[in-house]
Each structure stands twice: as structure tokens, then as C-alpha cells.
């Protein structure tokens, strides 16, 4: 918020539109609380630019403790998503998600959570906005459109849906709650999070070998008869596609998307990491593709027998 805005005339220029919201209702010099609705909306926890704030309004009734009270919670609401996301700056700060929930409202939703890169922090400025929109009941949906010059990618779903939470929905892990009721969002993602710490299941030994095999398959496929072999350049790409995946399954890890996987490579095994590197480099050479392709597989195969 812009400093030279008073403090007390900042509380009394948001004090109406915002005490419904704040669950408090002033009456003269004393506050009585009373509870909040059942629905709480948490994304209006953005800054307010100086231009959207009406002109003071002189009034009878509250104090300037009671203001200065006001603007302290009205404050704590209003932390950037850059710190209430552990410091990372910008995009998040940027949408205004008020007004992007009164667009969706059209869809019934009682819960909103925005999950992805742009919750992660590890978002870039033509990052998607991701969000999962649950409602009392309805068919699956989805919302994929630009607005305000930004890429939509919206699930919405009945709560129904929810009754069993599988690994299916650990691309929620890291989400954060924009709008929710009875706290049925922070049981989700806390769901999601114990499902993420106890690991995936270990593979098969049948699996792991089939994996491992088409790994070595298609090293040997992607040289093809030269540059105009088609097949050969879709199976090179193929193969650049699916051996970040099939890491982290030999590895019996969760894989969680190009971005977070590449990385927790860069930070936790960057010789791997710089190997990946190399090969998804356009045009790289084949030796480089295929000393990936063993260095995973010998990675794997020693995984598998507990080395």
C-alpha cells in the first residue's frame, strides 16, 4: 500500500464495504463481533491500489481506535500473495482475484483453490492460472478461456467427487485456499499432503523391467536412417517426452510435472540434472541422449536391488 495514504483515512475509506466481509459490525464507539459466514473468502488478501479507494466520507460513529483497529485487521487480510506464499514476488500480487471469482460465479463453486505453478511460486509470467472449483453437484466441467490476458485452466467438480482422495490429486499439493466452506478446502489439500509424504507405491518387478526395456528400445530406434526420418525424429521426441517421468517412477518418486521434477533434480541431483540438460538441448547429439538413457536405466536397475 502506498505510504502516503493515512491510516485513518484509509480505515474509514474501506470501512463500510469491507466490515461485512471482516465479520465485525460497529455500532458507535464500541465493536460488537458476531460470527463470520460460513463461506470465507480469503482472496480479497491483496493489496488495494491507492485509485480504487473512495474519498473519506466524514460520519458519526467510529472512533479512530476503532479505525485504526479496522485498518490493522483489514491489513493482516491484505498480505500480498507474494508474502503469504513465502516471499515470491509479482503475478500472484498482480490478479485480482476478487474479480476474477465474481467471473466464475456462474459455476456454483463454494470452494476455490488455486494450485500450480502460480501457488508454488514458481510461476513465470505466461504461467496458466490453475484452479479447482468445487460445487454441491453438477457434472464435471472445465473453464479454459483468456481473461484479462491471462490463460484459464479451471476443473470444477461436485463435492461428491471428493468423498476419496487418491494420488490422482497431488497436482493440488502446495494449493491455496481462495475461497472455501467449513474448511473443506484445508482438509483436501491436508489429505493430498499426507498421501504425497507416505511415497507412491513400489513397482513390480515386471514393471520396472518393462520401463527399463523401452527405455533402451527406443535409445536405439531414434537414430533412424538419417535427419528425414520421420519416425524416427517422433520417437526421439517421444522418448525426451517420457524418460523425466520414467526417472522418477524407477526411482519410486512422486512425479509432479516437467517444472517441479526438473527442479528437484537441479536441486537434489544436478549431475542428473545437467545430463537431462544436455539431451533436451534441440538438436543434441544422439550420444547424449542415449548415455541418459543408460545412466537412468543403471540408476534404476540399482534402485531395484537396494543399492
Not at 476478487?98 to 463453486?109: D, G, I, Q, V, Y
Not at 467427487?161 to 472455501?180: A, Q, Y
Not at 544436455?278 to 543408460?294: H, K, N
Amino acid at each position: 500500500m502506498s505510504p502516503k495514504i493515512d491510516r485513518m483515512q484509509l480505515a474509514f475509506a474501506v470501512l463500510d464495504p469491507t466490515c461485512e466481509w471482516l465479520g465485525v459490525k460497529f455500532a458507535g464507539p464500541t465493536r460488537q463481533s458476531r460470527p463470520a459466514e460460513p463461506v470465507t473468502d480469503t482472496c480479497a488478501g491483496l493489496p488495494i491500489a491507492s485509485s480504487q479507494l473512495a474519498e473519506p466520507r466524514r460520519r458519526e460513529g467510529p472512533t479512530r481506535e476503532i479505525a485504526e483497529d479496522c485498518f490493522d485487521r483489514l491489513q493482516s487480510k491484505m498480505t500480498p500473495l507474494s508474502a503469504r506464499f513465502g516471499g515470491v514476488p509479482s503475478l500472484a500480487d498482480s490478479v485480482d482475484w476478487s474479480a476474477l471469482l465474481a467471473n466464475l460465479e456462474h459455476h456454483r463453486c463454494h470452494t476455490w483453490i488455486l494450485y500450480g505453478s502460480l501457488a508454488r511460486g514458481d510461476h513465470h509470467p505466461t504461467s496458466d492460472i490453475d484452479l479447482l472449483g468445487i460445487r454441491d453437484d453438477g457434472e464435471p466441467d472445465r473453464d479454459t478461456r483468456m481473461w484479462r490476458g491471462r490463460f484459464l485452466d479451471i476443473f470444477i467438480y461436485a463435492a461428491s467427487r471428493f468423498e476419496t482422495v487418491g494420488e490422482e490429486w497431488l497436482h493440488l499439493r502446495g494449493g491455496r485456499v481462495l475461497r472455501e466452506r467449513d474448511g473443506s478446502a484445508d482438509r483436501l489439500l491436508a489429505h493430498v499432503e499426507t498421501i504425497y509424504q507416505a511415497g507412491p507405491q513400489r513397482l513390480a518387478d515386471h514393471e520396472r523391467q518393462s520401463l527399463v526395456t523401452w527405455l533402451h528400445k527406443m535409445a536405439e530406434r531414434i537414430g533412424g536412417r538419417g535427419p528425414d526420418d520421420i519416425e524416427a525424429n517422433y520417437r526421439r521426441a517421444w522418448l525426451l517426452t517420457q524418460i523425466l517421468e520414467n526417472y522418477f517412477h524407477l526411482r519410486d518418486r512422486w512425479y509432479r510435472g516437467p517444472k517441479e521434477s526438473l527442479l528437484w533434480l537441479k536441486a537434489e541431483e544436478p549431475d542428473m540434472y545437467a545430463m537431462f540438460a544436455e539431451a533436451l538441448t534441440p538438436g543434441a547429439d544422439l550420444t547424449a541422449i542415449r548415455r541418459l538413457v543408460d545412466e537412468v536405466t543403471a540408476l534404476a536397475e540399482a534402485s531395484s536391488k537396494g543399492i
